[in-house]
C-alpha cells in the first residue's frame, strides 16, 4: 500500500487492476474513487455486472429502467428474510449500484484527492437525449421471491415516444 499523495495512489491502484482478472464489486468501488475515468464494471442490470459503456448499450432493448443504490430486505415485505436474501430474482430493467461505491472517504480521505463519485448522475451523462428523467421516484416492482413481487422505490428513466 502506498504511503503517499493522490499520484502514488493513483500508480498503485492501475498496478491492481493490471495485476489483477478477478476483483470483487467491493474493491472496484474502492479503486474508482481513485481512479474515476475507469469504466469499471460495478454496475448492475438484472443479474449482470457491466461497465457503463455496456449497461448503455444493454439499455436499448428497454422503454422504461429503474435506477436504486441497493435492494435489500425490508420490513413489511410480503416473504421472509430468509427467502429475500436465497431467492431474490431482479428485474432484467432493474439498474442497482450499491451506496457504498458512491463515497469511500474512510478508505481514501479526501484529503489526498480521491473523489466522490454520483453514480446517477454519471449514468444521467450517460443516456442519449432519447431518455427522460421525472425527478421523482415511484414503487415498482424491482424483482421476486419465488413468483412474490417485491415492490420498492426507485428513480425511473423512461424513453421518449
Known amino acids: 500500500m502506498p504511503d503517499?499523495?493522490?499520484?502514488?495512489?493513483?500508480?498503485?491502484?492501475?498496478?491492481?487492476?493490471?495485476?489483477?482478472?478477478?476483483?470483487?464489486?467491493?474493491?472496484?468501488?474502492?479503486?474508482?474513487?481513485?481512479?474515476?475515468d475507469h469504466d469499471f464494471p460495478i454496475w448492475r442490470l438484472g443479474k449482470k455486472s457491466l461497465t457503463l459503456k455496456e449497461l448503455i448499450a444493454?439499455?436499448?432493448?428497454?422503454?422504461?429502467?429503474y435506477y436504486s443504490r441497493h435492494i435489500s430486505y425490508e420490513m413489511g415485505d410480503a416473504v421472509s428474510y430468509h427467502d429475500f436474501n436465497r431467492y431474490f430474482k431482479p428485474n432484467d430493467n432493474l439498474i442497482i449500484v450499491p451506496a457504498l461505491y458512491?463515497?469511500?472517504?474512510?478508505?481514501?480521505?479526501?484529503s489526498i484527492g480521491a473523489c466522490t463519485i454520483s453514480y446517477y448522475i454519471r449514468l444521467l451523462h450517460a443516456l442519449d437525449s432519447d431518455w427522460?428523467?421525472?425527478?421523482?421516484?415511484?414503487?415498482?416492482?424491482?424483482?421476486?421471491?419465488?413468483?412474490?413481487?417485491?415492490?420498492?422505490?426507485?428513480?425511473?428513466l423512461r424513453r421518449r415516444k
Not at 102 to 110: G, K
Not at 136 to 144: D, H, L, Q
Request: some cysteine; overall charge negative.
Open 58 to 65: 444493454h439499455s436499448n432493448s428497454f422503454d422504461c429502467l
Open 4 to 36: 503517499g499523495d493522490l499520484v502514488c495512489w493513483e500508480e498503485w491502484a492501475k498496478k491492481v487492476i493490471d495485476g489483477s482478472s478477478s476483483l470483487g464489486q467491493i474493491e472496484m468501488g474502492i479503486l474508482n474513487t481513485l481512479l474515476p
Open 132 to 156: 427522460c428523467y421525472t425527478g421523482k421516484t415511484e414503487s415498482r416492482i424491482v424483482g421476486e421471491v419465488n413468483s412474490i413481487g417485491v415492490y420498492r422505490n426507485v428513480q425511473v
Open 102 to 110: 458512491t463515497s469511500n472517504n474512510d478508505a481514501f480521505p479526501l
